[in-house]
């Protein structure tokens, strides 16, 4: 680093004395069990958008990003945005961080890991009095989950400009409108254009994140780099044959039609095991009418089809349709499908992914790269920028769950990894956006 690139902060400045990475990782550890501690409920974990429980999040982590030596601001949707300033202007910006909201009866580290240990390296930079030649921002995103109005992504939506207005008319449980809540919590709805940045100011966005799987923990490893966010198609199927007597009916007779999904759930199942990547999965199941004397008449379940090349992902999902029509056919019964969402795959960029991997391998780590089958806001923030994402290994591969936990160790190495990232980034020759969107 030459000594522009390492210009102090203003003299005078206080900024404590360089603390090793066990040390940062348990100044980690220790604010997720402090943030784990405010929610809507006294008995779990539940923070939803805009609600008193993410105002106090919000102020708490801005309390740490000035003590970091960054600026503090909301934008108009309600993100948290913490900025470190460069060695020299003008400058281009690396954008870091996660999301601070939950979902019900949650863990404490979906989301708020990468919030705190981006910050914890910013704040590492400041105690060593270094500036580099781009600013930092970290982003806590205000909804990622969409546990508040069963829409995902309202923050980092924001930012890339994809925020459908039509959204603000949504209500919650308590007949909230989006709007009025962005309002009670200090944004300003009928600005949101404000939010979007400008791709030609980004140089990219990266984020840590809990693997939300069993896979790093498999392979014996810390962390891992994440080579694409999965396509995901989701689908209802609904078989409906006749109901009946359960005890006047003959078996031959019948016209079943749960016998009828569960084969269906069998092959789904086949299917999953056979292709390599392909993770598919029903998840739900109605049976009407719901009695336990009646033959099933009807029932509808639900498909969730992941992939990380979207062209396998819609074979599969085509497949699958002629395997439940195949199936009705056989047993005389019906079977009705509709595809209720598709996202497409996005791909990490190449040059950002190789950075993380040469900073793990910097750590004497195996460099395991792996997709993302969970959604993040760096799927979104890949409209506008390069992306790279870093996994943690989480215990058992539980998430969205009071289960959830990391090793303050691992969070060490975590730390220490997205540190030399960012020392690697500094002595790139050009900006990463020229590689923008090749995949790993």
């Known amino acids: 680093m030459d000594q522009e690139s390492a210009e102090s902060t203003q003299s005078g400045e206080s900024v404590g004395p360089i603390t090793s990475l066990e040390a940062s990782a348990t100044t980690i550890m220790e604010r997720c069990d402090l943030l784990a501690r405010f929610s809507e409920e006294p008995d779990r974990l539940t923070r939803r958008f805009a609600t008193p429980a993410m105002r106090e999040v919000n102020e708490r982590v801005a309390t740490w990003m000035r003590a970091a030596g960054m600026s503090v601001r909301h934008d108009a949707v309600g993100n948290l945005i913490g900025r470190y300033e460069a060695s020299a202007s003008p400058c281009k910006t690396l954008l870091l961080g996660s999301h601070l909201d939950t979902v019900r009866d949650a863990g404490k580290y979906d989301g708020p890991l990468g919030v705190l240990v981006a910050l914890e390296c910013v704040a590492r930079l400041y105690r060593q009095r270094i500036r580099l030649p781009f600013a930092i921002e970290v982003y806590g995103f205000a909804d990622e989950e969409g546990l508040r109005y069963h829409s995902a992504y309202l ?31 200090g944004g300003d709805p009928d600005n949101l254009a404000t939010c979007k940045r400008d791709q030609d100011d980004l140089i990219g966005y990266c984020e840590v994140h ?5 896979v790093l923990e498999y392979e014996g490893l810390p962390v891992g780099v994440v080579s ?27 016209r079943d039609a749960l016998c009828a999904a569960s084969e269906f759930v069998l092959a789904v199942e086949a299917l999953s095991r056979q292709t390599a990547g392909l993770v598919a999965t029903v998840g739900q199941m109605i049976v009407q009418p719901g009695a336990s004397n009646v033959i099933p008449g009807a029932v509808a379940l639900s498909l969730d089809v992941r992939h990380p090349d979207d062209d396998i992902r819609e074979a599969m999902c085509a497949q699958l349709a002629q395997t439940a029509q195949e199936i009705a056919t056989r047993r005389t019964v019906t079977a009705q499908w509709q595809l209720l969402q598709a996202t497409a795959s996005v791909q990490c960029d190449q040059q950002l992914a190789q950075l993380f991997a040469q900073a793990i391998e910097a750590q004497g780590i195996s460099v395991k790269y792996l997709p993302s089958g969970a959604g993040h806001d760096a799927a979104v923030m890949a409209a506008i920028t390069p992306i790279a994402m870093l996994f943690v290994r989480c215990a058992g591969g539980i998430s969205h769950s009071p289960a959830e936990a990391v090793a303050a160790a691992d969070v060490a190495t975590a730390t220490a990894v997205l540190e030399r990232f960012l020392h690697s980034v500094a002595q790139l020759p050009v900006s990463p956006r020229s590689k923008a969107h090749e995949p790993v």
């Open 210 to 214: 809990i693997e939300q799987g069993p």
């Open 228 to 254: 694409a966010i999965q396509g995901q198609s989701r689908i209802e199927v609904i078989f409906t044959g006749v109901a009946g007597h359960a005890g006047t009916v003959p078996s031959a007779l019948r």
């Open 155 to 185: 923050g980092s939506k924001a930012v890339t400009g994809a925020f459908d207005g039509r959204l603000l008319a949504l209500t919650d449980s308590d007949n909230v409108t989006l709007a009025e809540a962005i309002r009670r919590f």
